[in-house]
């Protein structure tokens, strides 16, 4: 399947719910104040995010008024085009190696998945990767990693349930320097932002990395769930004051009707969205790209 075929896929249920609301909006024909008014709530409906909306249709004006829009397909065209501008980065992401990923999220968002789908985007890319099984805290966490370790046919290093995960992260930057290897993935405990004791171990493993690994790029990325909406705004926020991150795998797009939450994540944190989850096979993970979600969004 090609990539854009996959991303429009994920984008299925975002599509038709913003696509159905926004024909019904235009139908009314000028773009009157009640027009704005119109797609400031489909906008925010979709999960897009306040500030995002007030950005866009305020560009929208501007637009449809200097360039004189008239017809639906040039307003569904500059709006593709504002959301593009949005989202776009300067390039997708290309990590230098070798380098360290520590990947971090709160329970239940599909971290552990995540990561399996990252080694094996690597391992497609003739990357030697390690996987380090940082999450000493949930039951069975190291054997889940496991099972991924080997579906991506990717090496892990682990110790024992409830041991040090500074002391495994430790092992596994010793492993990844004598194998030379390209990219070493750090699993790391589910978390809130208000569990001290875990934060306070997310800074010990980037200090270690940092400090035993000096030769190599280091990433944090927040893995998070597109099904919740405005508060994965508020996670982005609540870690990022914590140790700064490079980026978001967003999961389970396929699973919600307000794929809008990318816009806001975008707008309000500047965190950008750096790989996309399109289903639940291990290849199902894509780099993000601006230009491919807005014509996935609108085509």
């Known amino acids: ?112 998945t995540s990561i399996g789908k990252l080694a094996s985007f690597f391992t497609k890319q003739k990357k030697q990767v390690i996987l380090v099984a940082g999450d000493t805290f949930r039951a069975a966490a190291a054997d889940q990693l496991s099972l991924w ?26 492993s990844a320097k004598s194998k030379k290897a390209d990219v070493l993935i750090i699993d790391t405990a589910g978390r809130l932002h208000t569990k001290l004791n875990l934060m306070e171990e997310l800074k010990k493993i980037s200090k270690i990395t940092s400090r035993e690994y000096p030769e190599a790029h280091h990433y944090t990325f927040i893995v998070l769930d597109a099904t919740t909406g405005q508060n994965a705004v508020q996670q982005i926020n609540a870690f990022n004051g914590i140790i700064p991150l490079d980026g978001i795998v967003l999961t389970k797009m396929d699973g919600t009707a307000k794929g809008g939450v990318v816009i806001a994540i975008k707008r309000e944190t500047g965190v950008p969205v750096v790989f996309l989850g399109t289903g639940e096979k291990i290849e199902d993970l894509e780099t993000f790209s601006a230009k491919d979600f807005a014509d996935s969004l609108f085509d």
């Open 149 to 174: 370790a080997e579906k991506s046919k990717t090496k892990i290093v682990k110790h024992t349930e409830g041991a040090d995960a500074s002391a495994v992260v430790f092992d596994g930057i010793t």
């Open 1 to 112: 399947m090609g990539l854009i075929k996959k991303i429009s896929d994920a984008l299925k249920k975002t599509k038709e719910a913003f696509l159905r609301k926004l024909e019904a909006i235009l139908s009314k024909g000028e773009l009157t104040d009640d027009f704005y008014e119109d797609l400031e709530d489909l906008l925010i409906s979709s999960d897009v995010g306040v500030k995002a909306t007030l950005e866009i249709c305020e560009e929208l004006r501007n637009s449809a008024r200097k360039n004189k829009l008239r017809t639906a397909k040039d307003v569904k065209n500059e709006l593709k085009k504002i959301i593009e501008n949005i989202l776009e980065i300067d390039e997708s992401f290309k990590p230098e190696m070798p380098c360290t990923i520590t990947v971090i999220g709160v329970n239940g968002v599909g971290k552990t």
